[in-house]
């Protein structure tokens, strides 16, 4: 597991609205040249935040992310 990485691309879906546009337009393509497991990618493209915090995405980032909700 990459727990560092998955924690960068929230915190980028956090604080960066660019970032978090191009990732609800096209999540694949946004993270193709990320450094996560297969199933850290899965658990991203589905929106599965309970999946990302089990797999150390951080409580407080996947909570305070805006307009991902419906993702």
């Known amino acids: ?6 924690n960068v691309i929230l915190y980028k879906l956090k604080k960066d609205a660019a970032f978090r546009t191009r990732f609800q337009m096209s999540p694949q393509a946004v993270l193709a040249g990320a450094d996560l497991t297969e199933e850290e990618r899965e658990a991203f493209v589905r929106w599965d935040t309970r999946r990302l915090n089990e797999l150390g995405g951080s409580l407080h980032l996947l909570v305070s992310i805006p307009h991902l909700g419906a993702h």
């Open 1 to 6: 597991m990459s727990r560092y990485d998955v």
